[in-house]
């Protein structure tokens, strides 16, 4: 029995529930391990080398989605931090204190977008808590004489 079969047995509740464990990484190398270690003179049956590449090609396009999810996340969440540029905010701080400020600037790093308030305190945009209101910097308009 080939190390696939022996992990998908239907009968076998311990090797569902090892199935269920696996990483997508760890699947795909336990599938690759198993068609280098076939006998090319006697190699698989063709509807399970099939299967086989049928699962390496959904778990890879499962893999390109997600990456590509998380990048539009990322822009999503930069999108929003940026229209709060001008606006009063609340949150907790990078240590841990409740801040108020107007949102200066917007930067995102490694550990996400994180806004830099007038006072120079930064917050992260998940540690917000509460936009406040929008500063009114325009001008109001002259009255037309008549």
Same mark, same amino acid.
């Given at each position: ?23 997508? !990484? +760890? ?13 090319? *003179? =006697? ?8 299967? %086989? ?6 778990? %890879?396009?499962?893999? !390109? ?5 998380? +990048? $539009?996340?990322?822009?999503? +969440? *930069?999108?929003?931090?940026? /229209?709060?540029?001008?606006?009063? @905010?609340? /949150?907790?701080? =990078?240590?841990? !204190?409740?801040? &108020?400020?107007?949102? =200066?600037? @917007? ?12 006072? /120079? ?6 540690? $917000?808590? &509460?936009? $406040?209101?929008?500063? +009114? ?6 009255? &037309?004489?008549?």
């Amino acid at each position: 029995m080939d190390a696939l079969s022996a992990l998908s047995g239907t009968n076998n509740s311990s090797a569902e529930s090892a199935i269920g464990q696996l990483t997508s !990484d +760890e699947f795909l190398n336990i599938i690759l391990q198993e068609m280098q270690s076939q006998d090319p *003179l =006697e190699p698989s049956d063709t509807s399970q080398m099939l299967e %086989q590449l049928s699962s390496i090609m959904a778990i %890879q396009s499962d893999s !390109d989605m997600i990456d590509r999810l998380g +990048e $539009l996340v990322g822009q999503n +969440e *930069l999108a929003s931090a940026s /229209g709060l540029i001008g606006r009063l @905010v609340s /949150g907790l701080s =990078e240590s841990n !204190d409740r801040v &108020a400020g107007i949102v =200066e600037s @917007v930067t995102q790093g490694s550990a996400g977008v994180t806004l830099s308030l007038d006072d /120079g305190t930064r917050v992260a945009m998940s540690r $917000l808590d &509460a936009i $406040l209101a929008a500063e +009114e910097r325009q001008e109001q308009p002259e009255e &037309a004489a008549p």
